[in-house]
C-alpha cells in the first residue's frame, strides 16, 4: 500500500465548477498536510498546507482535513483554464526527530474552456 | 523574489562518470533537499540538509552523496552514474518550523545517463 494515494486523473471540470481532488495516506501519526502545484514542465509550488481537522480555505482554494478518515482534499472554486495543472499532496509525520514528507503522484487537473 | 538556481537545465552524461549537480539558494534558508521526480512514482527525497556540514539521508539515498559547505550551496554527487539515474532532479529550501517541507524548488535539471 503507498503511504500517499491520488488518483491520477486527469480530471477534467468545465471552467467555473468546482474541482475536487482527493487524496488519502496510511499514517496516522501524520500530523501536516500539503497541497501542491505543478504545471507542465515546471517544479512544483507550495499553495495549501493544513494542520488540523476541517476546512482551510485561501482565496479559491479550500483544503479539507479529516484525521479519522485519513483524507485531505483540495477544492477549487470557480476553476480557471490557468489551474490546469498536476496537484501533489504531501503529509509530514512519523516517528523519530525528522519527520520525512511523503508525496502522492499527483491528480492531473484538466479546466475545459 | 526568492530563488532556488540549479546549474543545468538539460546534462547528459556517461556510465560511470562522476557527476555534478548544483544548487544555490539566496534566502538564508537552513534547510536544502534533493529530490528526483520519475513518472508513476512522484516526488523521492534522496537527501536534506538541515545545517552547514549536516546531512540526513532521504527514501533513496543509494549511489548519491551530498556536500553542504556553505549555507546557500548544496550539491548532488552521483558517484558513479548508472542508467537507472536518469531523472528530473529538483533542489528546493525551506525555514521556520516546518523545516522537512521544501518551500520553494529550482527548475530542475533534467538528466541523461547514457
Known amino acids: 500500500q503507498k503511504e500517499v494515494e491520488q488518483n491520477s486523473g486527469p480530471l477534467s471540470v468545465p471552467e467555473g465548477a468546482i474541482a475536487s481532488l482527493n487524496c488519502t495516506y496510511s499514517d496516522r501519526g501524520s500530523q501536516s498536510f500539503f497541497w501542491y502545484r505543478q504545471y507542465s514542465g515546471k517544479s512544483p509550488e507550495l499553495i495549501m498546507s493544513?494542520?488540523?481537522?476541517g476546512d482551510k480555505e485561501d482565496g479559491r482554494f479550500t483544503a479539507q482535513l479529516n484525521k479519522a478518515s485519513q483524507y485531505v482534499s483540495l477544492l477549487i472554486r470557480d476553476s480557471q483554464p490557468s489551474d490546469s495543472a498536476t496537484y501533489l499532496c504531501?503529509?509530514?509525520?512519523?516517528?523519530?526527530?525528522?519527520?520525512?514528507?511523503?508525496f502522492g503522484t499527483g491528480t492531473k487537473l484538466q479546466v475545459i474552456p | 523574489d526568492v530563488k532556488v538556481t540549479q546549474s543545468s537545465r538539460y546534462l547528459v552524461k556517461r556510465t560511470g562518470e562522476k557527476v555534478f549537480l548544483e544548487c544555490v539558494q539566496d534566502m538564508d534558508h537552513e534547510n536544502m533537499f534533493w529530490y528526483r521526480q520519475d513518472p508513476g512514482l512522484g516526488l523521492r527525497l534522496i537527501y536534506f540538509?538541515?545545517?552547514?556540514?549536516?546531512?540526513e539521508k532521504g527514501d533513496i539515498p543509494e549511489g548519491y552523496s551530498v556536500s553542504r559547505e556553505k549555507k546557500e550551496r548544496f550539491s548532488l554527487i552521483l558517484e558513479s552514474a548508472s542508467t537507472n539515474q536518469t531523472s528530473m532532479y529538483l533542489c528546493?529550501?525551506?525555514?521556520?518550523?516546518?523545516?522537512?517541507?521544501?518551500?520553494?524548488f529550482g527548475d530542475g535539471t533534467r538528466l541523461s545517463i547514457l
Open positions: 504531501a503529509v509530514n509525520g512519523g516517528s523519530g526527530g525528522y519527520q520525512k514528507v511523503t
Open positions: 540538509s538541515y545545517d552547514v556540514k549536516m546531512k
Open positions: 493544513i494542520y488540523s481537522n
Open positions: 528546493a529550501s525551506s525555514s521556520g518550523p516546518s523545516r522537512e517541507v521544501p518551500q520553494h
